[in-house]
């Protein structure tokens, strides 16, 4: 688990196909790894990577076909920059909100603006995920723990303050780049739990709409 408040700007040293999947080297900078082990987990741009070599200046993690088919590791090159968090510790201050480091899926920056000191992004989410997506409400994009100012059909809007720009990947954001999204996971979890018994059956669907909110109390 994380919490979506990122410690380093690492950058993507190497990239080893094995298999099927890749092997990738992240030379991780000022993130103090001295308390990292083999087995470790350390989310990169939001995924959470299993640490399986420690070098010295980096760690060297396998990245599944699932990870590479539903993330933006699959338009991954050497030299890109990645956000860093080690996992949290029961020490950990809870500064954003609780993260998995499992991605739901890709989104797309459509717009940026100025806004006083303040950078002013527009993201295009999957339509799946837009339903999971509420005004102030929390999401994690490539790791980063951040509040949904408005949201408008599959489209959110978030406002990137200059700390944040500066210590993060976000500030290099231009319109088409694409990010990695992780929806709220209270939001997945009551999907699911509403289903009920139904939960089994493979044709249930989400079986989430207006109706059954209203049903229960949520609408």
């Known amino acids: 688990m994380f919490t979506g408040i990122i410690q380093a700007v690492g950058k993507i040293g190497a990239m080893e196909a ?16 001295d308390d990292v082990r083999l087995g470790d987990s350390i989310a990169t741009n939001g995924v959470c990577l299993t640490v399986v070599e420690l070098p010295g200046d980096g760690f060297w993690a396998d990245v599944s076909r699932e990870s590479i088919d539903r993330t933006c590791f699959r338009f991954a090159k050497v030299g890109a920059t990645v956000n860093l968090e080690k996992s949290l510790t029961p020490e950990t201050r809870m500064g954003g909100h609780l993260v998995t480091g499992h991605v739901d899926g ?6 940026r ?5 303040s950078i002013k992004f527009t993201i295009r989410a999957p339509s799946q995920l837009a339903k999971y997506i509420a005004e102030k409400g929390s999401i994690c994009i ?10 408008s059909g599959a489209n959110f809007e978030i406002n990137i ?3 944040t720009a500066k210590e993060t990947v976000i500030g290099g954001y231009q319109v088409g780049t694409q990010v990695n999204l992780e929806v709220d996971l209270i939001a997945r979890y009551l999907e699911r739990l509403m289903l009920g018994e139904k939960a ?4 249930a ?3 989430l709409d207006l109706a059954k909110l209203r049903d229960n109390g949520f609408a």
């Open 18 to 33: 094995r298999g099927g999947d890749v092997r990738l080297y992240v030379k991780t900078g000022i993130l103090k790894m």
């Open 106 to 111: 890709i989104g797309e920056v459509v717009s």
């Open 113 to 117: 603006r100025d806004d006083a000191r």
């Open 142 to 151: 490539d790791g980063t723990s951040l509040t949904v100012n408005g949201v």
């Open 161 to 163: 303050i200059p700390h």
């Open 200 to 203: 089994a059956d493979p044709e």
């Open 205 to 207: 669907g989400s079986g």
